[in-house]
């Protein structure tokens, strides 16, 4: 007799309930992967692919609250409350907090997070704590990848999905507020969060987001991959993360590229979908110019430079050319 799936999960769940925590997850030799990535960045497609092989554990953004699932329990006992969720500077005790919270969903620890019964690696994806990226791996030796997307068309996800900004998070952060940003900066940051439009504030987000791991971070820079580099090369771009991640299946991982990301699946419009399905790549990275005007680009520029942040220059579909693997091979769009 066939049982349902979801039966299933529920035996399956009360016969793992009655053995210790974390007995069927036993680490392999191959290291831990955790992906950076600030929200719409690309990183679900980034953390798909990574996690392509058989027995790999898949950890879907531990830092952040999603009511009614399950982990929310365990965070809500072994997480320190930020604001917005966004995990900027941390104390002592809490740095120590964090540490073994880490060392609990890659120990397998927490069943809530996922498990498998033969696990042997696990792929752990963060977009809301990047000001963490040294902290996290001088703590654990893991493998990081940290991935940026272009700040308009990142923004406008942002926008089309009426998602919430976080920018208060940084703007209220005595790191940020007393160490990182000048008068001047945090002036104008002020500035635009109280009286920008919501495009302008949208990619201050994006600035703040992605500050620390640009300038403050040689971990984050050395292991950068930018979302329109992975679609435009993606070919050579996949070899490179096969071997540098110790993916065996790269076939499997050629062919996930061209399936839409679970996230794009729930929340991305039918014309992405559309592109994706059809691997028409440069429609893809190239359909938010259609969406803004020469002033929208002058005035991203504007808050790139404020913050020093050379990584994009707006009227440009690809990254500087010192942040891309393979800047050679990168044609005129």
């Known amino acids: 007799m066939k049982i349902p799936v979801q039966k299933f999960k529920t035996i399956s769940k009360k016969y ?37 092989d058989h027995r790999v554990r898949k950890i879907y ?43 609990g969903l890659l120990s397998g620890k927490y069943q809530e997070f996922k498990f498998y019964l033969s696990g042997q690696r696990t792929v752990i ?20 990848a940290y991935m940026i997307r272009h700040p308009i068309s990142q923004s406008l996800s942002i ?12 703007l209220n952060s005595v790191v940020f507020r007393e160490v990182l940003l000048n008068e001047t900066q945090m002036q104008e940051a002020i500035s635009i969060s109280q009286k920008g439009t919501h495009f302008q ?28 580099e992975l679609l435009i090369n993606s070919s ?10 110790q993916i065996s299946n790269i076939d499997k991982m050629k062919k996930r590229l061209n399936h839409i990301s679970s996230s ?21 990275i190239s359909r938010w110019r259609d969406e803004v005007t020469e002033r929208h680009c002058k005035q991203t520029n504007h808050i790139l430079n404020l913050f020093e942040i050379d990584a994009y220059d707006a009227f440009n579909l690809v990254a500087a050319k010192k942040y891309l693997i393979y800047p050679e091979l990168i044609r005129s769009l």
Request: aromatic letters at 10%; proline letters at 5%; charged letters at 25%.
């Open 159 to 170: 926008i089309r999905n009426n998602w919430h900004l976080t920018t208060d998070a940084y």
């Open 201 to 228: 504030k949208c990619i201050l987000n994006w600035a703040l987001d992605n500050y620390l791991p640009l300038k403050k971070s040689k971990t984050a820079i050395e292991n950068l991959i930018t979302y329109e």
């Open 61 to 103: 953004e531990p830092f952040v609250l999603h009511p009614g699932h399950p982990a929310t329990r365990i965070q809500l006992k072994y997480l320190p409350r930020k604001e917005h969720d966004i995990y900027i500077e941390v104390t002592p005790d809490e740095k120590e907090i964090i540490k073994n919270y880490l060392e």
């Open 125 to 144: 994806k963060i977009i809301n704590a990047l000001g963490l990226i040294n902290l996290i791996c001088q703590t654990h030796d893991v493998l990081p």
């Open 16 to 52: 793992l309930s009655l053995f210790p925590k974390g007995l069927f997850y036993k680490q392999g030799l191959k290291k831990n992967i955790i992906v950076f990535a600030s929200r719409r960045g690309g990183s679900t497609l980034l953390y798909e692919l990574l996690s392509v």
């Open 264 to 284: 794009s699946r729930n929340i991305s419009t039918d014309q992405t979908k559309k592109l994706i399905e059809h691997n028409n790549i440069k429609m893809l």
């Open 236 to 245: 050579i771009i996949l070899e490179f993360l096969a071997q540098k991640y």
